[in-house]
């Protein structure tokens, strides 16, 4: 994945102003470069601290704009734990072919899901300028 200092940066922004429930959103590009974030509010009924669900209405806005082909993944924050995928996050995984970015209030990684193994596989993040 290659990603603008200035979203890495953004992403540590918006998992601090959620804090302590977790942030989310969607991560919209063209092959393996990022172009822009499309934030969400966590709309889940759960806890927040603990699980997030987009805004189906922020899908629909990236699709009307540009097509479901920009679609490279999904980020969100796990404020008071590590920046790797959860059971939780595990069970929700839909849409494989997606990328899944986690956030800690000072750390971002990376990650697809390898459906042959059924487990996230952490992929590089390359910081364009």
């Not at 393996?32 to 806005?61: C, H, Q, W, Y």
């Not at 970015?101 to 390359?126: G, M």
């Given at each position: 994945?290659i990603i603008?200092?200035?979203d890495?940066d953004c992403?540590l922004?918006?998992t601090?102003?959620?804090?302590?429930?977790?942030c989310?959103?969607?991560?919209?590009?063209?092959?393996e470069?990022?172009?822009?974030?499309?934030?969400s509010?966590?709309?889940?009924?759960g806890?927040?601290?603990?699980?997030?669900?987009?805004?189906?209405k922020v899908?629909?806005?990236l699709?009307?704009?540009?097509?479901?082909r920009a679609?490279?993944?999904f980020?969100h924050?796990?404020?008071?734990?590590?920046?790797?995928p959860?059971?939780?996050?595990k069970?929700?995984?839909?849409?494989p072919?997606?990328l899944w970015?986690?956030?800690?209030?000072?750390?971002?990684?990376?990650?697809r899901?390898?459906?042959?193994n059924?487990?996230f596989?952490?992929i590089?993040?390359?910081?364009?300028?």
């Amino acid at each position: 994945m290659i990603i603008k200092q200035s979203d890495l940066d953004c992403l540590l922004e918006l998992t601090r102003q959620a804090h302590p429930e977790e942030c989310c959103g969607l991560i919209v590009g063209d092959g393996e470069t990022v172009e822009r974030l499309m934030p969400s509010a966590n709309i889940t009924t759960g806890d927040k601290t603990r699980s997030f669900e987009l805004d189906p209405k922020v899908r629909f806005e990236l699709i009307r704009e540009s097509g479901e082909r920009a679609l490279m993944g999904f980020y969100h924050s796990h404020p008071n734990g590590s920046p790797f995928p959860s059971e939780t996050d595990k069970s929700m995984v839909y849409e494989p072919e997606l990328l899944w970015v986690i956030t800690t209030l000072d750390k971002i990684k990376a990650f697809r899901f390898c459906e042959v193994n059924q487990d996230f596989e952490e992929i590089p993040i390359q910081v364009k300028l």
